[in-house]
């Protein structure tokens, strides 16, 4: 059976656009009405904060001639377009308004201090940094990153000390993309069950846990070739039998992205036990839907 004709297609990380991402694609309006043609009951829009400084630009920044006050502006402008659209198609799709933060040094406080003006309904609580150098991006950074830290192992120790520092000021309502750390690492299976690592995953989820928040479960590894979402298995079942829920995120960063791998996202959290009656993140819902 195709899971989406029984359960509500949704996403609780999607909705980069081209308009306010530099490695996006089309306009936030595009992308809003991409998630209404493919039948999304919900959406939330989440696109990435602005860093505090000019230390943490990325080159697609640099080369198109931003700086931390400009992104600081454009995200700005972001809040107001997602607020009109969240406005205009309200009777068309429930959309909420998030943002998705970063952590590195200086970026925990700035995000709070970003929820605390603009009010979003819920942020993605994220990291994809570590020693302050992107973890993400390209293999040679990972490495490098890797290389501060004392080796991978380290790296992904780090990280997890990290995730867990930004949970306890943040709170996020929404966990981005939890074991992000593997995104370059083929032996991340094995590396995960390294005693010392899988003690830091399993206090980062009973955090999770005591917060009451929601994972994202981020589709967009497979949308990359990798052999399965963030979160990985054996971590999705630890948080299944932790009460934790897991909600389906198509982490779109254009009109072609929306959707993508979703039917089989949501099979497999329907496969491992999750309630498919998706939890809808927020404090400060709008009324809409």
């Not at 009951?41 to 697609?60: A, Q």
């Not at 994972?215 to 948080?239: H, Q, W």
Request: charged content about 25%; aromatic content about 10%; proline content about 6%.
């Amino acid at each position: 059976m195709n899971p989406s004709s029984a359960i509500q297609r949704v996403s609780v990380h999607g909705g980069h656009s081209g308009e306010f991402c530099c490695h996006a694609r089309d306009t936030l309006e595009e992308v809003v009405l991409a998630y209404i043609d493919h039948g999304f009951s919900w959406f939330g829009v989440t696109e990435h904060m602005p860093p505090p400084d000019n230390r943490f630009l990325y080159p697609d920044e640099i080369e198109a001639g931003l700086d931390a006050g400009a992104l600081r502006g454009r995200f700005a402008r972001y809040m107001d377009a997602a607020r009109d659209l969240q406005r205009k198609y309200a009777s068309s799709i429930r959309m909420l308004v998030a943002f998705e933060t970063e952590t590195y040094s200086g970026s925990v406080l700035f995000a709070e201090a970003l929820r605390n003006q603009f009010q979003p309904d819920y942020i993605v609580g994220s990291v994809h940094h570590v020693n302050d150098i992107p973890i993400d991006a390209t293999v040679e950074q990972y490495l490098e990153s890797a290389e501060v830290s004392g080796g991978i192992d380290a790296l992904y120790r780090d990280y997890f000390d990290l995730q867990y520092e930004m949970l306890q000021v943040l709170k996020p309502e929404v966990v981005g993309h939890f074991d992000l750390i593997r995104i370059f690492d083929p032996e991340y299976p094995r590396r995960l069950e390294r005693p010392e690592i899988r003690k830091q995953i399993h206090r980062n989820l009973s955090l999770i846990q005591k917060y009451d928040l929601i994972l994202d479960f981020n589709l967009r590894a497979l949308t990359k070739g990798m052999p399965e979402p963030y979160v990985s298995r054996p971590i999705l079942e630890t948080a299944k039998t932790m009460g934790i829920p897991a909600v389906p995120g198509d982490d779109s960063h254009g009109v072609g992205d929306v959707g993508l791998n979703l039917d089989r996202g949501m099979a497999m959290l329907r496969d491992a036990g999750f309630d498919t009656q998706w939890r809808v993140p927020g404090r400060r819902l709008t009324a809409q839907g």
